[in-house]
Nanobody, 129 residues
């Protein structure tokens, strides 16, 4: 059973810190990346940070220097998002996201690949003045 278990959300005052964690399990295919998105007031999901299995990280411009994403050194299916210097505008529901690749045999010696997304249930982060 595919599962993304998120934890670490909560309420904090501006300037404070929180750490989110996401543990992925049951994904039968190669994981390309694990990351965090957040829901905007107009119900769009925007990428906050992500890390590939090769260790490459990406950040939204507005969190650079404040947030750090990292993978557990022992379990590469566990990812952490350290959020520091939080601002009220960081208030949102944060979703863990996995992008994975399924590879199947095609004709002869060929292979077909298809990337797909898995989402967590979301965790609330509230930052107050």
């Amino acid at each position: 059973q595919v599962q993304l278990v998120e934890s670490g959300g909560g309420s904090v005052q501006a300037g404070g810190s929180l750490r989110l964690s996401c543990a992925a399990s049951g994904i039968p295919d190669r994981i390309n990346s694990i990351g965090w998105y957040r829901q905007t007031p107009d119900n769009q999901r925007e990428m906050v940070a992500s890390v590939t299995t090769d260790g490459a990280t990406s950040y939204a411009e507005y969190v650079k220097g404040r947030f750090t994403i990292s993978a557990d050194s022992a379990k590469n299916t566990v990812v952490y998002l350290q959020m520091s210097t939080l601002k009220p505008e960081d208030t949102a529901v944060y979703y863990c996201h996995v992008n994975a690749r399924r590879t199947t045999r095609g004709w002869g010696k060929s292979f077909n690949t298809r990337d797909y997304d898995v989402w967590g249930q979301g965790t609330q982060v509230t930052v107050s003045l």
